[in-house]
């Protein structure tokens, strides 16, 4: 069934869980994560960012996501990730997203709950969610905050701090809050220092669910202290993306006359394996 992000985020903050957002750049990855979705009987959000247009854009990708969530018998969110601009987040909404992402956090902080006042106001219009960012999650691979390339969290200013999150959110009255408190996009290159105190300060402070983006490569132990500490949304893509490629590598080495089609099938089943598990440790499983 589709819903909206804030539709299953009330039943994650009532029950103390995260709610997996898997993004997807083809229909064969959403195949397998509303697959996982059904076998666990979790809810799930089905992403896809501005950035991963380019595979498939929205009009074509919108449209066979929301049939496939109107089949699942879970609750299933299709939810924009990271746009950035208004035309982006009206593209979404009109190719039948229930959930959108403003993504203003390289902007000041003025300048970003300005542009988030706007971009709540385009979502309640069409009755659709809305997430925003304060503090900025950079690059795990790179280290790249606004303007320079630094270590991984290791500028102060772009974490979020309790007080940030209390003014955003007040501002904006987001239906949910990504905050930065040491995790980053991508494969991490180095452990990363998770700040799961200011989490936890954040969480004492806000009425919003709380979002982490750069889900991927860290310990399960760290998904569940971040679960702990009042994360409700937790983000993933790359490791599962990492995972299908080597899957693809192995399946065209292992045979002379590899063909594409075959490939197909692969990829949903590895999907909904890679998914299913994180459902568990997530603690969505049986939560539909």
């Known amino acids: 069934m589709l819903v909206t ?10 029950h103390r869980y ?17 697959a996982a979705a059904m076998q666990r009987q979790s809810p799930v959000i089905i992403s896809q960012g501005q950035g991963q247009f380019r595979f498939t854009p929205p009009e074509i990708m919108g449209p066979s996501l929301v049939q496939l969530a109107r089949e699942a018998s879970v609750p299933v969110v299709i939810h924009l990730d990271h746009g950035k ?60 905050l606004p303007g320079d390339h630094v270590e991984l969290a290791a500028d102060e ?8 999150a209390l003014q955003f959110w007040q501002a904006t009255e987001v239906d949910a809050l990504a905050v930065a408190f040491g995790t980053g996009h991508g494969i991490y290159r180095e452990t990363p220092k998770l700040e799961f105190d200011r989490l936890r300060e954040i969480q004492k402070t806000v009425d919003v669910p709380l979002v982490m983006h750069g889900g991927s490569g860290l310990g399960d132990e760290a998904y569940k202290e971040a679960i702990a500490c009042g994360i409700r949304k937790l983000n993933y893509f790359t ?45 969505s499983a049986q939560r539909a």
Do not use: W
């Open 5 to 14: 992000l804030r539709e299953v985020l009330a039943d994650a903050v009532s």
């Open 18 to 34: 995260a709610v997996g957002a898997f993004n997807v750049i083809d229909i064969n990855m959403a195949r397998g994560v509303i």
């Open 85 to 144: 601009q208004f035309d982006v987040c009206e593209r979404a909404i009109r190719a039948g997203y229930s959930s959108i992402m403003y993504d203003g956090s390289q902007l000041s902080m003025a300048e970003n709950m300005a542009s988030t006042r706007k971009a709540v106001a385009l979502a309640r219009q069409h009755r659709v969610s809305i997430e925003g960012e304060v503090g900025h999650v950079s690059n795990a691979e790179t280290g790249d």
């Open 157 to 164: 200013q772009f974490l979020t701090t309790p007080e940030q």
């Open 239 to 283: 490791l599962l993306s990492q995972s299908l490629g080597e899957l693809i590598k192995e399946a065209v080495n292992a045979t002379e006359e590899p063909y594409y089609h075959e490939i197909q099938l692969l990829i949903v089943n590895e999907t909904q394996k890679h998914v299913a598990r994180l459902m568990g440790i997530f603690g």
